[in-house]
Structure formats: C-alpha cells, structure tokens
C-alpha cells in the first residue's frame, strides 16, 4: 500500500483543501510538494478550517523575513502557535513576545550557547556521544529516540541548567507535557495532567532558583545563574507566570527542536 494513500494529492487537491498543519505531512514525510504548489501557487495561503482553526501560511522565503522583522504589523504576541492558548493557565515567553522585551530577554540567557561557551563544553559534548554510541546495541534493532536524541538532550539541558542529573527524565516530560496538548500540536496531552506537571516544574525552578541565588557565586554560568545577573530577568519568581514560560521556552528549545534534529 502506498504510505500517503490517505493523504489528499498535493497536484490536484483544491488549493483551499491544502492544509500544512496535517501531522501527517510530516509523519509520512510527504510534505515538500505541497509546500512547493504553495510556493507556486499561493505563497499567502488562508486554511479557513483546521483542526486548530482558521490560520495564514507563508511559505517563500522573502514574505517570511518579511513578516519575521516587521513586529508592528505581525505581532507575536500573546502566542506563535496557530491554536488558541488554553485560559486556565497562560504563561508568557520572551518568544511570544516582540521587540524591545523580547531582545532584552533573550540576551540574558543567549552568552550559554555563545561560541566560547560551546568550545568550553567541546570535550564534554564529544565524550557523552561517545559513550552513548559506543553503548548501543550491536546486532538488534534499538529505539534511537530512547536511546540516543533523548539521552544526549536530556544529558546536555541538564548540564545547561544546572539541573539535578539523576532527575533529567523530568526535562524532557515537561517538554513533552508542555507541547503536546491538542490545541498546541495536536497532541493528546489533557489539561488534567497538564497543569500540574507544569506547577511541579514552576516549583522546582523557583526552588533552584532560590538556592543558586542564596550561593551567590559568579563562577555560575547555567540558564538560571545568567537569568540572575541580568537585572531585566533578575525579578522573574515575582512573575510566576513569565518566570515558567521563559524556562519551559529554555527546556523545548533544548530538549525538543535538537531531539527532533538528531
């Protein structure tokens, strides 16, 4: 059987019908030509129905660095998700946010993955991936998700953070838990279990943050310290709900775009 046999054809599908936020697109990656049509076709494209509502789609190049640098017509405020933001618990996140607050925030924590920064951690990033490597099974079939881009992820965001290392797993449940409702990604994450693992996560990192604070040592250079010193985040905890969106933007940004990657 044809693996996009359920998939509407990309060459003779109304326009209209098109709808690049299907999951499928991307599981069965079959993706390309109907982005390629839309480039073709039509670049601004209205979706007036969806799984997560009526959206806009750019796909050429110069309309996106269009839209992406002009802040006064193309807010991304209060959310870059196409789906409408649950109401019971709304966090904010300097990526939601536009310019000056969101290039204030964003340089507070951005010396982390500064160029001598990474070349400072070089020896550490080469000898976990070789020790996960070299543990993998030989001769059988493996999770790679398991056991490689989550191992090594989590490993890393961990060391960013500063985050208790025999505790990691929790990073990569909260990335999880916090992207996979079904009015973000269409996940099946429900809000019964969302909200409190979220909660756990806000309280864990008040309490880090309290305690890396009562040390006081500049020697410091995790997301937490740096979130510190910088006397535009300096007063995050007073902002619960700032404070949680700005680390749970830090844990997906670590955890789930470079998993996806690897």
Known sequence: MNKIADLPHPLTTPLESIDVSDPR?????????????????????????????????????????????????????????????????TVEMFIAMDPPK?????????????????????????????????????GETFDWVEHVSINLTT?????????????????????????????IAGGDVSQEERIPALMECLETFTRLWHEREAKDEDGFFDLISLLQRDPNTADLPERPMEFLGNILLLIVGGNDTTRNSA
Do not use: C
């Open 25 to 89: 697109l991307l599981e069965q990656d079959a993706w390309r030509p109907y982005f390629a049509r839309l480039r073709e076709e039509d670049p601004v494209h209205y979706q007036a129905e969806s799984p997560f509502g009526p959206f806009w789609s750019i796909t050429r190049f110069e309309d996106i660095v269009a839209v992406d640098s002009n802040h006064q017509d193309f807010s991304s405020e209060p959310t870059i998700v196409i789906g409408d933001m649950v109401e019971d618990m």
């Open 155 to 183: 490993q890393m965001l961990a060391t960013l953070f500063n985050f208790p290392f025999e505790e990691r797993s929790k990073l990569t449940y909260w990335s999880d838990v916090a992207t996979g409702s079904p009015e």
């Open 102 to 138: 969101h290039d204030i925030q964003r340089r507070a924590v951005q010396p982390v993955v500064a160029p001598q920064n990474l070349s400072q951690m070089e020896s550490l990033i080469r000898s976990r991936v070789v020790e996960i490597l070299d543990n993998l099974p030989v």
